[in-house]
């Protein structure tokens, strides 16, 4: 509807609080991590203008390259491994097995608790001298594996890492709601061919949700993998010797050294790291489609 | 699907693939449960059983004492319904704005229209972990730190871009000409959203309002971030002092953890239909 004379101020009066709100939380915001990113700062002293120093410094200081690292890694397991499983899942649970409501429910279980939760969980099951872990392992008579998971140099990071992967409900949802959009006449016709199961899920159902829903899930994901921060908080605090450390945990501990400078320029480098996850996804999926290829073809042909 | 298959005899293959199917199936709930029950049952034995004997043991009386313990001493109330306050009040502020605009986005076409929607979409995919800094400041400036303001606030603000995502999406299949005729009939800009359109968005604006609650209830970055009184702390910061508060007490942080979970759990069974969309129509449009 093309607003009316009387409708123009209604308009702008309903629209303002959302806008102010989009400015002061979300664009000033990020022009703030920019600016701030370049100077020496500690919130309260005169901020002097740095240069790139500050990015020189991160890049030193092997804490937060640990961090980087740990990033990429958390970003690449969750994208890659986190999500098939969910897609397994998904293509197993839309075909409705009996109870599928009931573990559909289960699976999701992990995405309403909350992290913080959920970490404090895993605190206790990865527990040295208490854990559910460890007791699982000595009471199947392999106690020599039995070992302080979180506080060894070699285990750490593995074990933060591991607990989460299994958590698939999340991401299987989402495809499982893609899933269902799927034309069934496709499926009866390669019944019909004799196709079992597992072929049409190879060549039906993967084909049919690889450039919606899991893409989007492997972005998501990624990015996701990117942000961790309680889960490392909570479990290990990024130790022992930054080897669980992740982007936010180090921009945290910066903000509580009042190094507002330094902070910031984490937090530009985890916006760009997030940026190029996106646009790498984005061109992985791409590769081997139809659509792109044509239109590369036709642009050499025009040249 | 399954009732127009044509059916056959069981191949060996077939079977294989049906072990491995309810073995993937099991195993990833077993995966989620086991560990759920485990935390449970720990919290119901003594220390000494939890301690000294079998992790599978179950306990010989259970102890219900122990959240008795859990309640009075972390003060779990207290934490409760902060997080109860915190999260109605900025789940209400969140929908009544992020309504507002989805009603002119969806319904008006204006100069700039496209270019809000574009910065609201762009809000959903911001990582909001990284503006920790100016959130920081931002609060602060506006004397808002250590109040139960500043986290509504902030808790209404960064929900805003998705809550317009949800609501809009609902609000763009109600056809045009309902609000044409109330138009003709004299019915003002007003008057159509209050009468015609917030009703029958209803269905969105529930699926956003509980997207929004359960972000807020499970929210602990900036909640840890912008209090530091014991007074003010949502349950989430509680959780962080359990291990301190109960050092050799485990069964009673147990019991404080389960406490912490549950409404979590019964709020998703309640509302799993609301959960499920909003947390899925996001993800597949966005």
Same mark, same amino acid.
């Given at each position: 509807m093309k607003p009316t004379r009387s409708d123009r101020s209604a308009l702008a009066a309903f629209m303002a609080p959302a806008l102010i709100i989009m400015l002061v939380f979300f664009v000033i915001p990020v022009i703030y991590v920019v600016v701030v990113s370049v100077l020496k700062w500690n919130g309260i002293s005169t901020a002097t203008f740095t240069d790139i120093q500050n990015f020189a410094k991160l890049f030193k200081d092997k804490a937060f390259v640990r961090s980087v690292t740990n990033n990429v890694i958390w970003a690449l397991v969750a994208g890659f491994i986190q999500v098939p499983l969910a897609m397994v899942m998904a293509i197993i649970l839309s075909r409705k097995p009996a109870g599928w409501k009931f573990f559909r429910t289960v699976y999701f279980f992990p995405q309403v608790i909350s992290g913080i939760a959920l970490a404090t969980l895993w605190r206790a099951i990865y527990?040295?001298?208490?854990g559910l872990l460890n007791g699982l392992l000595r009471s199947i +008579? #392999? +106690?020599? #594996?039995?070992?302080d998971w979180l506080g060894t140099v070699d285990t750490a990071f593995p074990a933060v890492l591991i607990y989460? %992967?299994?958590? %698939?409900g999340y991401y299987m949802v989402i495809m499982m709601a893609d899933i269902t959009t799927i034309d069934s006449s496709y499926y009866e016709a390669a019944t019909i061919d004799g196709a079992s199961d597992f072929q049409q899920a190879i060549y039906i159902t993967i084909p049919l949700i690889k450039r919606t829903s899991l893409l989007t899930c492997v972005t998501l994901a990624s990015v996701l993998g990117l942000r961790q921060f309680e889960q490392v908080y909570m479990l290990t605090n990024g130790g022992p010797a930054n080897r669980t450390s992740t982007m936010v945990l180090y921009m945290y501990k910066k903000l509580q050294d009042t190094n507002y400078g330094m902070a910031s320029a984490s937090a530009v480098i985890l916006i760009i790291v997030g940026v190029i996850f996106i646009v790498c996804i984005r061109a992985l999926f791409n590769i081997g489609n139809d659509e792109v290829r044509a239109q590369k073809k036709m642009r050499r042909a025009v040249k | 699907m399954t009732e127009s298959r044509v059916h056959h005899k069981l191949s060996p293959k077939e079977i294989v693939l049906g072990i491995l199917r309810w073995f993937l199936i099991l195993f990833f709930a077993a995966y989620t449960l086991f560990p759920l029950i485990w935390l449970t049952i720990s919290s119901l034995k003594t220390n000494f059983e939890f301690l /000294? !004997?079998? @992790?599978?043991a179950l306990p /010989?009386? @259970? &102890?219900? &004492?122990n959240y008795a313990n859990a309640l009075s001493v972390a003060g779990l109330g207290r934490m409760l319904l902060n997080s109860v306050f915190v999260g109605l009040l900025a789940t209400v502020f969140n929908v009544i704005v992020a309504s507002m605009s989805a009603y002119c986005i969806s319904r008006f076409r204006f100069n700039g229209r496209e270019r809000i929607y574009t910065l609201f979409t762009a809000g959903i995919l911001v @990582? !909001?972990? /990284?503006?920790m800094v100016p959130y920081f400041v931002i609060i602060n400036k506006l004397g808002l730190y250590n109040t139960y303001g500043g986290m509504v606030l902030l808790y209404c603000a960064i929900g805003i871009p998705m809550s317009t995502f949800l609501i809009r999406g609902l609000m763009d299949s109600i056809p045009m000409d309902l609000e044409e005729a109330a138009y003709i009939d004299g019915c003002g800009f007003y008057g159509r959203f209050f009468h015609i359109i917030l009703p029958l968005s209803r269905t969105g604006i529930v699926t956003a309002a509980t997207f929004e609650f359960l972000t807020c209830w499970n929210e602990f970055v900036f909640a840890n971030l912008i209090v530091s009184s014991e007074k003010l702390r949502t349950i989430q910061v509680g959780i962080r002092y359990f291990t301190n508060q109960f050092s050799t007490d485990y069964v009673s942080m147990y019991a404080a953890i389960v406490i912490s979970i549950v409404p979590s759990i019964l709020g998703y069974i309640l509302f799993q239909e609301q959960i499920i969309s909003g947390m899925t129509s996001g993800a597949v449009k966005g």
């Open positions: 527990n040295a001298d208490t +008579g #392999l +106690g020599d #594996l039995a070992r989460w %992967v299994f958590y %698939v | /000294a !004997l079998s @992790p599978f /010989a009386v @259970p &102890q219900w &004492q @990582p !909001l972990n /990284a503006l």
